[in-house]
């Protein structure tokens, strides 16, 4: 989430939605009563002689919305906030009756509250660095991958083929492939990202000089060697590689493939500090039990509540524990995604899980 402003004593956010993480992040700070500044279309309709009563104009204006009603739609990446509007930028909108706007990656918004709880300012202080982005690049002579990394979740940006067969090896043949692949990787990087080059061969060397000979984009780029796989599936496939796990240390994605693989460590050892599903976690997060989290949205799959989920969420944050959002689409999310959508490493072993099927 990229902060514009923040100022909690005035009771005052204004941000840019960048990714689906920030979306679960809004979904825990938004609450009924608060105000969403938001730009909005709205059909008007114009009281005019030749205008008919069943058409309206639909008009772009910047509504305020308090908040009646907000639920989170994470499989089509979107936040869907209903509620009373409250000013607008067109004097003919009406004040009465409600008003319904989805948020997604790319919208900018002004969240304005009451008060600011500690929990409030510490998710959007941890929002700022949850999306580190990497842009992680998977090549071989004949293809490259491209993609982002924002927290937990990948986006393949792009996969190009190099139009090479056989083993021709002329260097200038493969210069319009080097310069597509930098293209794509200009024009979809930001100042803070990292630029990881990975495959099998020489190529990524010959790709990894080039990045790093750009003035605008050099200083990011790092090389990984050891890695063997190209295109879409070698940028998914780069996750897991423990080079990647020594640059990205301090990542969400690697973070959260720790917290997986000491869960099911924990269970198949019978180690009594580890829980899953959301009733038992939500149980072990009430009693301050959880040191560290990860959710999937498979946890909506069933007859959940989302207002449970995100409760659950915030009492393990509010009680010092850490809570991740895991992409479901990835091994590790599906993994998280078949303990039930939620998975928790508890800093004691809980009674109840002990006792159950005595």
């Not at 979107?78 to 008003?99: L, M, N, Q």
Request: charged share 25%; hydrophobic share 40%; with cysteine.
């Amino acid at each position: 989430m990229i902060i514009t402003s923040f100022d909690p004593k005035h009771g005052r956010l204004s941000a840019l939605i960048e990714s689906p993480e920030d979306l679960w992040v809004l979904r825990r700070l938004i609450r009924k009563g608060d105000v969403v500044v938001t730009k909005s279309s709205k059909v008007v309709k114009r009281e005019e002689e030749y205008s008919r009563p069943d058409k309206g104009e639909r008009v772009k204006v910047t509504i305020a919305l308090e908040v009646e009603e907000v639920h989170l739609d994470s499989s089509v990446g979107r936040i869907r906030i209903r509620g009373t509007i409250k000013e607008a930028s067109d004097e003919t909108i009406s004040r009465t009756g409600t008003h319904a706007q989805s948020l997604s990656p790319g919208h900018a918004f002004t969240l304005r509250k009451v008060r600011w709880s500690a929990l409030d300012i510490r998710l959007v202080n941890s929002s700022k660095n949850v999306n580190k982005r990497f842009i992680l690049i998977a090549i071989d002579r004949r293809e490259a991958g491209v993609g982002t990394l924002s927290g937990s979740h990948l986006a393949i940006v792009a996969s190009i083929d190099s139009g090479l067969g056989g083993k021709m090896s002329q260097e200038q043949s493969s210069e319009p492939f080097f310069r597509k692949v930098l293209g794509v990787v200009k024009e979809t990087s930001r100042e803070g990202d990292t630029i990881l080059v990975a495959g099998p061969g020489h190529t990524k060397l010959t790709l990894g000089n080039l990045l790093s000979d750009d003035p605008s984009i050099g200083k990011m780029v790092r090389v990984i060697e050891g890695f063997d796989l190209a295109g879409a599936d070698g940028v998914r496939g780069l996750l897991k590689f423990p080079g990647f796990h020594k640059v990205a240390a301090d990542s969400s994605v690697v973070e959260i493939q720790g917290l997986v693989n000491e869960a099911v460590k924990r269970i198949s050892t019978n180690d009594g500090k580890v829980a899953y599903s959301l009733p038992r976690v939500r149980e072990a997060a009430v009693a301050g039990a959880i040191d560290r989290c990860a959710v999937t949205d498979f946890v909506f799959s069933g007859p959940t509540k989302e207002d449970e989920v995100v409760d659950t969420m915030n009492t393990i944050e509010a009680q010092g524990g850490k809570v991740y959002l895991a992409d479901s689409s990835l091994e590790f999310g599906k993994q998280v995604s078949a303990f039930g959508g939620i998975v928790a490493l508890l800093r004691y072993a809980f009674r109840t899980y002990q006792s159950e099927g005595r």
